[in-house]
Nanobody, 122 residues
């Protein structure tokens, strides 16, 4: 089992930045890929970014490409999501996930965090 805990969410004005963190514990030696997803009320869960265990491969959703950056520090069992140039439409609960990916499909991730709220005001 792998436990994931997100942090770093909050309220920010449009154009601002936030950095989300996701700390993994448990069976972290499984060389898992990591991903970030988000979900806002009435919408399906949306892929945001993914990163391979080695960090060589990264993927981004079209709506965040060029503004968000995913990274990881395996020595700390932590993955990050740097979010710049935030827009009101980025408002959502952001979830960290771990699986055999990286993949854009939520069904390929086995472990999920509880989520952290990001609110971007206009």
């Amino acid at each position: 089992q792998v436990q994931l805990v997100e942090s770093g969410g909050g309220l920010v004005q449009a154009g601002g930045s936030l950095r989300l963190s996701c700390a993994a514990s448990g069976r972290t030696s499984s060389n898992l890929a990591m991903g970030w997803f988000r979900q806002s009320p009435g919408k399906e869960r949306e892929f945001v970014a993914g990163i391979s265990w080695s960090a060589i491969t990264t993927y981004y959703g079209e709506s965040v490409k060029g503004r968000f950056t995913i990274s990881r520090e395996n020595a700390k069992n932590t993955v990050y999501l740097q979010m710049d140039s935030l827009k009101p439409e980025d408002t959502a609960v952001y979830y960290c996930a771990a699986g055999q990916g990286p993949s854009r499909l939520p069904t390929t991730y086995n472990y999920w965090g509880q989520g952290t709220q990001v609110t971007v005001s206009s």
